[in-house]
C-alpha cells in the first residue's frame, strides 16, 4: 500500500490546496494535553506545519494512571452542586492541574480571575453544560497562549440546536471569526452556545465534531484528530493485539466499522468533512512521524480490498419456517411489519427455500419476544424457531465481489479456528460481508477473518 | 452411504409395514410402457413382488425415437375436432399402436368396440379432458390383462375438483375400490372426473399424482415410480453429464431442489405421500436392479450432507443504498411493500451495512421495473441500483451449519471455476445454500459446487 505524507506534498493527488497553500484544522485529545510535557510535543507538532491554522483542544485526560480527567472532576462538581454540596476539593484540583501547567510551560498569562468567575458561575447556579465544557475552556486559553494564537470563544462560533446538534449557521461563524489566513487560531472543542446564548456542549467526544465543523467552515485541505494511537487498528486490538494499523479507509468503510461495533470517529464528526470531501488524518501525538490512519472520500483499493473487521454481540434471529412460503406474495411484509410494529428493526432479512430469518438486536426485545413469537405464529407459518446469542462480524472493504480467492481463505481460516456459521450475508454491497456465529465464537470468529486478510 | 433395497426387507426400519406384508403402488411411465417389449419389463418387475397391489399406468410414450407419444396424438386429435377437421390420420395411428401391443402381447382382449366406442364420442363432442386422458384408459385395460389385475376406472375413484386439483373424497374411494387384499388393481394415471360426473385430467405428469393419491388411500409402505432413469441426479446432466444419482433424499429437499429449477416431482405428486410419510422409490424399468432414489420423510445424513444442487437463471437484484439506513425503522418494510403492490415477490432480501437488496424474478418484471424504481427513490435512499441476469444456485442438503469444511470447498471450488459470486445468502435453513452468480457463470457455478462435495 502506498502511503503518501500528508504534510509532505502540496500538490497531493488526494488533497485538494487553496493555491499553493494547504490549511489544516488539528485537533488534540485530551491524552495529547494532560500535562506541560504533552502540551509541547503539540506545541513542537503545530509549529512544525504552518498550514495547522484551526487548532480544537479537548480537556486535559488524565496526566497519570490514577489521575481523572478534567471533565471528569467537572462533572462531579456538578454532582455536588445538585446535592448542595461543597465542591472545593475538586474545583482546588482542576484549578491546581491548570496553574502546575502555566507554570511548568513558563507562561506569562494568568488565568486566575477567569477562574474565580468560572467558581462564581458555578456558586451562582450555572447549569451543567456550563460546567462540564469549562475543562476545554480554559485549556483552550493556555493552548493559545503557548502557540501565540488567537483564542476564540466557541459559543461565538459553534450554534448547537435544541437536539444537541450543530448548527449550519455555524459554518458561516467559524469562516468570518477566522479568516485571517496570516493568524493561528484556538476553538476550544465539546461546546457552543445556543440560540438563547446559552452554553451547550456537544455528546461526549463533542471535540472531534467542533474540529470537522471547522474542517468544513474553512474548506480545509485536511482534518488531522491527534490522539495517543497510531490511527485505527484493522480490529479490536484486544482481540488480536497485534492487528495493524489502517492506512487509509474511506468514510463509507470507517462508517461500516463503527455500525458493526467497532469504536471509532462518531457520524458527526465524518458527516461535516465527509460533505467537503476532506480526508481526516489519525494521528499520534506522541509518536508524531507515524503517518497514522488517513480516511479519504475514495481509495485505490487494488491492493488492499479489505480495510477492517468488526463484530457486535447480542443478536437473536427469528426463523419462520412454512412451506411454499414463495406463493405467499405477502409473508415477507407481514413479518417486517410485525416487527415494526413492536418498535424491533430487522437488522438482517435471510431466505432459505421455504424459511425466512429475521435477525434483531437482543437490546430491548425481551419483553416483546413472546408477542413476536405469537404474531409470527399468526401468520399460519408451519414452525417459528428462536435462536439466541449470535454475534454478527463484518469483513469490512471494498470489491469484495472480484477478489476470487476472499470466500475461500475466508472459510478455511474460520473453519481452522472451528468456527460455526450460523450466517452469511453478502451481496447488497460489496463492501462488506456479515456472518453470524456463536456469542461464544465471536473472538475466534474475528481472529479467522483476520488472519484469512494476505496482505495487511 | 447404506442404501436399504425396500423390496428385500420386511421390516425396515423406515418402511412401515401392515403385520408383515407390505403393499406397495407402482406408477409406471410412458417410456415404461411404449412397446409391447417395455409392458413385458413392466409385467416381470410386477411379477416379482406380491406387495406391488396397485398399479398406475401412464399413456405409452414414443416407441422409438421418431415416435409421437399417444397423449400428444390425442392433444392433435382434439385440435383437430375444433377445427371440424379429420382426424383419422391420427386416430388409426393410436389404434395400431395399441392393436399392435394387444397382438405382440399374446393378450386374449378385444378392444375395437370400446375404441369404436371412443372414436365416436369425440365425433359428438366430448371435450378435450375426455380426449386426452384415452392413453392411460386404455394402456390400463391393456395393462390389467396383461397382469391378470382388476381394471379400476379411474373415474370412479380420483375426483377432481375445478381447480384441476385431487379432492380429498378419493382417498376414501380408492381404498374402498381397491380393499381387497389378495387382488392386485390397475388404476390408470393422469384423470379422474369432477363432482359433475365429467372426465377431468390433472396437470401434465398427472399419473405421479394419481399415484401418490393411492398410495395415501392406501397407507401404502412405499410408492414406487418406475421412469427410465435410475432415480434424480444430483444435479442437471446437461450439465454434469457423470453426475452422481442421489441415493436419498428428504421430501423437503427434492422439494427445494425442484424449486431451485430441478425437474423433478412436483409439488402435487409429494404431498399426498409425504402427509403419510410414505417413501417414494424412483426406479428404472429397463434396469430394475437398480436402487434407484429413495425419498424419504428423514434421512441419516451422517455421511452425506449435500444431496442436490440446482439453479435457475432470470433474477434481477434491486439494492437500495441509504446512508444510516438501520436508523430508519420502517424502510424494509417499504421496500417490500412496494414489490408487493406490483404483485412481485421478493424472493431473497440482502443487506449490508448501509444497502438493502430485493432478488426478484424476471419474468413479468419487465413493465414494472421503471416503476418500482421510481417507488424505491421515492423512500429517500441515497441510490437504487439494478443488476440484471443473475442466476440462483441452491446447494440442497442437511446439516450445513455443521460441515466445517463445506464454505471452504465450496468456495475454493467456485473459485478455481472463475465464478464471481454476486450474493450468498445462508443461515435462514442449514437445508440450502443460495449463492447469487451472472447468468453466464450458471454452468460453471453448479460445476463448481459439484466438484466441492467430498463423498458422491
New interface residues.
Given amino acids: 500500500m502506498t502511503f503518501i505524507l500528508p504534510q509532505k506534498i502540496v500538490c497531493g493527488s488526494f488533497l485538494r490546496t487553496k493555491g499553493n497553500i494547504m490549511l489544516k484544522i488539528a485537533k488534540f485529545g485530551g491524552t495529547s494535553l494532560a500535562t506541560a510535557e504533552q502540551m509541547k510535543k503539540v506545541r513542537d507538532i503545530i509549529n512544525a506545519d504552518m498550514s495547522r491554522r484551526i487548532i480544537v483542544p479537548s480537556a486535559p485526560g488524565k496526566a497519570h494512571k490514577d489521575d481523572v480527567k478534567i471533565t471528569d472532576l467537572l462533572l462531579m462538581i456538578h454532582e455536588k452542586v445538585k446535592m448542595n454540596q461543597s465542591f472545593d476539593n475538586e474545583w482546588d484540583r482542576i484549578v491546581s492541574r491548570f496553574q502546575t501547567m502555566i507554570k511548568d510551560l513558563n507562561l506569562d498569562i494568568d488565568l486566575s480571575s477567569e477562574l474565580k468567575t468560572t467558581k462564581d458561575k458555578i456558586l451562582s447556579g450555572a447549569g451543567e453544560d456550563y460546567i462540564v465544557s469549562r475543562g476545554e475552556a480554559i485549556n483552550g486559553r493556555i493552548l493559545a497562549a503557548l502557540l501565540g494564537a488567537e483564542f476564540v470563544e466557541a459559543g461565538d462560533v459553534i450554534i448547537i440546536n435544541s437536539s444537541g446538534k450543530v448548527h449550519p449557521s455555524s459554518y458561516e461563524k467559524v469562516l468570518s471569526r477566522c479568516s485571517d489566513s496570516g493568524k493561528r487560531y484556538v476553538i476550544p472543542g465539546f461546546y457552543g452556545k445556543n440560540e438563547e446564548g446559552e452554553i451547550r456542549t456537544l455528546s461526549r467526544g463533542g471535540s472531534d465534531v467542533t474540529g470537522a465543523v471547522a474542517a468544513n467552515a474553512l474548506s480545509a485541505d485536511l482534518y488531522e484528530n491527534w490522539t495517543d494511537v497510531s490511527g485505527f487498528m484493522m480490529t479490536d486490538p484486544r482481540i488480536i493485539p497485534e492487528a495493524a494499523t489502517i492506512q487509509q479507509i474511506t468514510y ?1 468503510e470507517l ?2 466499522l463503527a ?2 461495533g467497532a469504536g471509532v470517529l462518531h ?1 458527526e464528526a465524518i458527516f461535516p468533512v465527509q460533505e467537503k470531501g476532506i480526508p481526516i488524518n489519525i494521528r499520534n501525538t506522541n509518536r508524531p512521524l507515524d503517518d497514522g490512519t488517513l480516511i479519504l472520500p475514495s481509495r485505490d483499493s487494488s491492493t488492499q480490498k479489505i480495510c477492517g473487521i468488526s463484530g457486535v454481540k447480542g443478536f437473536t ?1 427469528f ?1 419462520i ?1 412454512k ?2 412460503r ?1 406463493a405467499d ?2 409473508l ?2 407481514k413479518i ?2 410485525l416487527f ?1 410494529s413492536h ?1 424491533i ?13 429475521v435477525v434483531v438486536k437482543e437490546n430491548g426485545l425481551e419483553l416483546k419476544k413472546d408477542k413476536i413469537i405469537e404474531g409470527l405464529k399468526a401468520l399460519e407459518v408451519d414452525e417459528v424457531k428462536v435462536d439466541d446469542k449470535m454475534s454478527l462480524v ?1 469483513m ?1 472493504g471494498n470489491g469484495m ?2 477478489l ?2 476472499l ?2 481463505d ?3 481460516s ?2 481452522a479456528e ?1 468456527v ?10 460489496d ?4 456472518i ?1 456465529v456463536d456469542e461464544a465464537d465471536h473472538n475466534k470468529a474475528i481472529k479467522g477473518i483476520y488472519k484469512s486478510i494476505p496482505s495487511k
Avoid: C, W
Fill in positions: 463509507q462508517r461500516d455500525y458493526m457520524d434471529a426463523t419456517k412451506a411454499m414463495n406474495l405477502s415477507s411484509r417486517v411489519e415494526e418498535d428493526l430487522a437488522e438482517h432479512i435471510l431466505s432459505g427455500i421455504d424459511t425466512v430469518t463484518a469490512v465481489k472480484f476470487p480467492n470466500m475461500t475466508l472459510f478455511s474460520l473453519a472451528g460455526t456459521l450460523r450466517m452469511i450475508d453478502f451481496g447488497s454491497s463492501q462488506n460481508i456479515i453470524g
